[in-house]
């Protein structure tokens, strides 16, 4: 009973293998999942990606993506189970630049109990293309001024804006 109101519950540990990705690669990490006083039952865990986004004056969060990494298992009291995954990071995924935060969620749905979940910061990389685009827009003499992710047209975009460049301003490095 006290499990279910998440008492001596289970836990759910995501570790990435890297903090950092670039759009187009694969995410890799281990789920951890330690047993808490009483056996449990989880349904499956679910692993995604999700950013905030500008809706008008307030900012809201969004499921990127989610993806079921593990089907239902039952675990036993204190007993430690790990699960390998990978997530395909999706174009269209924001990149991390100041304004703009994606995190990788973990979240268990456990019979009869509250879900236990996790959420680690990722930095979002751009892939190739994006980067010889931003870099050509550097190398004209252009620095990112801002990064805003918003809904517009039925779907959520990253909105990056460039200024020229002046003798005070310094450019973005992606490649530190």
């Known amino acids: 009973m ?3 109101v998440g008492v001596g519950a289970a836990r759910v ?3 990435l293998s890297r903090a950092e990705v670039r759009v187009g690669e694969e995410l890799r990490g281990t789920i951890h999942v330690q047993g808490g006083q009483v056996e449990q039952q989880v349904q499956r865990i679910n692993v ?3 950013t905030r986004y500008k809706h008008e004056d307030s900012y809201l969060n969004h499921t990127l993506q989610s993806e079921m990494v593990v089907p239902a298992f039952t675990i036993r009291p204190g007993e430690t189970r790990e699960f390998p995954f990978t997530l395909r990071v999706e174009p269209g995924t924001p990149l991390s630049l100041p304004g703009s935060d994606v995190w990788v969620f973990t979240d268990a749905d456990v019979a009869g109990g509250i879900d236990p979940g996790d ?4 930095r979002v990389l751009p892939s190739a293309g994006m980067e010889a685009v931003i870099g050509a827009a550097q190398r004209l003499g252009f620095t990112l001024k801002t990064a805003e992710t ?3 047209h039925g779907r959520l975009v990253q909105e990056l804006s460039f200024r020229p460049r002046t003798a005070s301003t310094s450019s973005r490095n992606w490649n530190s």
Not at 119 to 122: A, E, G, I, M, R
């Open 2 to 4: 006290m499990a279910a």
């Open 13 to 15: 540990d995501t570790r």
């Open 48 to 50: 995604g990606l999700a």
């Open 150 to 152: 918003e809904y517009a």
């Open 119 to 122: 959420q680690d910061p990722l």
